[in-house]
């Protein structure tokens, strides 16, 4: 079965760092594009950040660009996000996803939730 | 504000055929392919609708997608109160570089 699970969400103060990891079965990583969507509490999905099968690219969304990077780790089947520098606006839960091309993510994952506050 | 456009909400009684819709520009919906998903409270979305009118396997055949110039729909026919959810549209964004999605339209069965 193809699954995504996330880990490592929690509560942060502004401008403190948290990574988000992400464990793929039934997949490998590095054969799919992979990305994180994150949504803020009771507001719609933004697309945050991918990274290619071959790791080669790497893209962020404006709102995190400079602050937040994204990494595989092949032998742990796995993909993982940095944050720092994190600011009370990303509060969100965030999604891993297997992107099939363009914006068609599945299978997704059941999110972990970031809150940012002092 | 979101890139794409969608109706906040919209309605059905069981048995009824209801459809979202969902507005873009030339840059997204107009030149790529318009993907949907449903989302239950507290869970994660989950695609039922891909590549603007393909059925995942397991969606069940109620419910299709189309597009036509820089707009595109959902339609679910038969109406469930298990149905009852927020649906969102995406499309990759040509200017952004990246995929975009609608405000999402949070669906009622009466």
């Known amino acids: 079965e193809v699954q995504l699970v996330e880990s490592g969400g929690g509560l942060v103060k502004p401008g403190g760092s948290l990574r988000l990891s992400c464990a793929a079965s039934?997949?490998?990583?590095?054969?799919?594009?992979m990305n994180w969507v994150r949504q803020a509490p009771g507001k719609g999905l933004e697309w945050v950040s991918s990274?290619?099968?071959?790791?080669?690219?790497?893209y962020y969304a404006d709102s995190v660009k400079g602050r937040f990077t994204i990494s595989r780790d092949n032998t742990k089947n796995s993909v993982h996000l940095q944050m720092n520098s994190l600011r009370a606006e990303d509060t969100a839960v965030y999604f891993c996803?297997?992107?099939?091309?363009?914006?068609?993510?599945?299978?997704w994952g059941q999110g972990a939730l970031v809150t940012v506050s002092s | 504000q979101s890139v794409l456009t969608q109706p906040p909400s919209a309605s059905g009684t069981p048995g009824q055929r209801v459809t979202i819709f969902c507005s873009g520009s030339?840059?997204?919906?107009?030149?790529?392919?318009v993907n949907w998903y449903r989302q239950l409270p507290g869970t994660a979305p989950k695609l039922v609708i891909h590549?603007?009118?393909k059925r995942p396997s397991g969606v069940p055949d109620r419910f299709s997608g189309s597009k036509s110039g820089t707009s595109a729909s959902l339609a679910i026919s038969g109406l469930q109160s298990e149905d009852e959810a927020d649906y969102y549209c995406?499309?990759?964004?040509?200017?952004?570089?990246?995929?975009?999605f609608g405000g999402g339209t949070k669906l009622t069965v009466l």
């Open positions: 039934g997949f490998t990583v590095t054969t799919f594009s």
């Open positions: 995406a499309a990759w964004d040509d200017n952004l570089n990246g995929p975009v």
């Open positions: 996803a297997r992107n099939r091309g363009s914006s068609w993510f599945d299978p």
């Open positions: 990274i290619s099968g071959s790791s080669e690219n790497v």
């Open positions: 030339s840059s997204n919906v107009g030149s790529n392919t």
């Open positions: 590549s603007n009118n």
